[in-house]
T-cell receptor
């Protein structure tokens, strides 16, 4: 079975500060991991994905995530927060043979000017 | 790109009526589409997996007679909420996957907000 846990339902950072959104996964097979962003009243936009290639994955809008098998983590980071980064972020896992995405409960990011 | 559209973007209907929501993959063919439901401030809950040319696979607890899914072509899946009631009010989001491998990301539509009065 696959699942993801997002620690911290709400994260606030100052504009220009480091963004760190945490995601830990559980998977009985090598996982494929994804981060999505959702702006209010919109669908989800893919930020980045890990598919067993490089462990450090770079995505759009300056975000990146590092896959750490030993820690079963896939945390999302951005060196410098921008006001436009304020949104809901979801981590998701999909097993290699699975057809489903299992989403975390989401982390709401607030950027303080 | 991988663009998925949904129509309508929002709909208000009276209790007891049926509402159809369309999900289209605009620039790719999608053998598999997914329908999710999202309540305010919550994550997405998978309702069903829609496969082109075959019956949808529903998640446990989802009424297949209430939420009818049709995947008539490689670019179109529809979700019909039959005899809608106020508790069906929600944000419905579809997604489509380009290939059949779990390697592929899902691409999401912009969502449809349904309000049942």
């Amino acid at each position: 079975a696959q699942s993801v846990t997002q620690l911290g339902s709400h994260v606030s950072v100052s504009e220009g500060a480091l963004v760190l959104l945490r995601c830990n996964y559980s998977s009985s097979v090598p996982p494929y991991l994804f981060w999505y962003v959702q702006y209010p009243n919109q669908g989800l936009q893919l930020l980045l994905k890990y598919t067993s290639a490089a462990t450090l994955v770079k995505g759009i809008n300056g975000f990146e995530a590092e896959f750490k098998k030993s820690e079963t983590s896939f945390h999302l980071t951005k060196p410098s927060a921008h006001m436009s980064d304020a949104a809901e972020y979801f981590c998701a896992v999909n097993g290699m043979t699975g057809n489903q995405f299992y989403f975390g409960t989401g982390t709401s990011l607030t950027v303080i000017p | 790109g991988a663009v998925v559209s949904q129509h309508p973007s929002w709909v208000i209907c009276k209790s007891g009526t049926s509402v159809k929501i369309e999900c289209r993959s605009l620039d790719f063919q999608a053998t598999t589409m997914f329908w999710y439901r999202q309540f305010p401030k919550q994550s997405l809950m998978l309702m069903a997996t829609s496969n082109e040319g075959s019956k949808a696979t529903y998640e446990q607890g989802v009424e297949k007679d209430k939420f009818l899914i049709n995947h008539a072509s490689l670019t179109l899946s529809t979700l019909t909420v039959t005899s809608a009631h106020p508790e069906d009010s929600s944000f419905y989001i579809c997604s489509a996957r380009k290939g059949t491998s779990g390697l592929e990301a899902q691409y999401f539509g912009p969502g449809t907000r349904l309000l049942v009065l």
